[in-house]
């Protein structure tokens, strides 16, 4: 596959799709359609990538919204089997800075993904990347995808639901280990290793095979370091005003992949050898393009996803 061929191959994201149930400081109570990597593939999809999003979905009022979100922000919704359970939420409770904590009601099972071959990336993360039964189909996508694609992976933990730190580190170590591109959060990485360094986790992570590990650091901005040279940058970030930080992170996400596959540096198996020899100047332009994505999404209420015009 050509380069040109290779960032033009559509993106799979696997996980969970969810409504964020959300409650603000003064008392008022919204919904929005969510789930971690939902939000990635609108976003993908919103900065011009075919995406396909394999999810589980209940025949319920919530379900039908979400569908008709998701495909509204031009992704394909494939795998919609939720079991006979409802559609999955999220009780996002936002303090008076904006951040919220999370209480969910998750459902998650998921069939094997039909004709991986098609795909040129692949992305998961968050709680259906350590659910089971779920979790099971995903690895093995994942590993069946990586002879072909590229992988990127968001470990966005979530404590109360994800069980043990000591459980869950052994789980987001081995989906590091297949993947090309990590994403994480300062608070995720805190929270997996307690007193341990960033500068050391990020190492440490780079060292498991991805060629690109980046973690955000909320309005400090970003660090990342490529695996090649062991080179780390810092970008800061560019928030001007916060709505709420709900799907934040996960426009991050998008921007990045995109950027990353427009670059080259996604899309097949050649692009993650170039990855993998890739210096911080290489990489650069795709995180800038993702501090753009989060600092529109941060700007609205819920997990908006920006056009390119938008950064």
């Known amino acids: 596959m050509t380069t040109d061929a290779a960032r033009r191959s559509p993106v799979l994201v696997v996980g969970e799709t969810l409504v ?19 939000n990635v593939a609108m976003g993908i999809a919103r900065l011009g990538h075919e995406t396909v999003l394999a999810t589980t979905l209940g025949d319920d009022d919530r379900g039908r919204r979400c569908r008709e979100q998701i495909t509204d922000h031009g992704v394909t919704i494939e795998n919609l089997d939720a079991g006979g359970h409802t559609t999955s939420t999220a009780k996002a409770t936002l303090d008076e800075s904006g951040a919220a904590e999370y209480d969910f009601d998750l459902h998650w099972e998921l069939r094997p993904v039909d004709d991986l071959g098609r795909f ?68 995720d990485v805190a929270w997996l290793y307690a ?26 901005g970003v660090t990342y370091r490529v695996s090649s040279t062991g080179e780390v940058g810092d970008a800061p970030a560019r928030v001007d005003t916060v709505a709420d930080t709900v799907g ?24 993650r050898e ?31 996803a920006p056009t390119r015009e938008e950064i």
């Open 195 to 220: 007193g341990r360094s960033l500068p050391e986790v990020m190492a440490a992570w780079g060292g498991l095979g991805p060629g690109l590990v980046v973690v955000t650091r909320g309005g400090d």
């Open 274 to 304: 170039r990855l993998r020899t890739a210096g911080l100047e290489d990489v650069t332009p795709a995180v800038e393009r993702a501090l753009g994505t989060s600092a529109v999404t941060v700007g609205r209420s819920g997990a908006y």
């Open 20 to 38: 964020d149930i959300v409650h603000t400081p003064d008392g008022a109570v919204t919904e929005h359609v969510g789930g971690s990597p939902a």
């Open 248 to 271: 934040a992170g996960d426009s991050f996400m998008a921007g990045l992949v995109s950027g990353l596959l427009d670059g080259g540096l996604l899309g097949d198996a050649a692009a």
């Open 120 to 187: 040129g990336h692949v992305h998961t993360g968050s709680i259906a990347a350590t659910l089971l039964p779920g979790a099971e189909v995903i690895t093995r996508t994942l590993t069946d995808a990586r002879e072909h694609a590229t992988i990127s992976y968001d470990p966005n933990v979530r404590p109360t639901i994800m069980g043990s730190v000591d459980e869950v580190r052994v789980r987001i170590e081995e989906l590091i280990t297949v993947s090309d591109v990590v994403k994480a959060s300062e608070d």
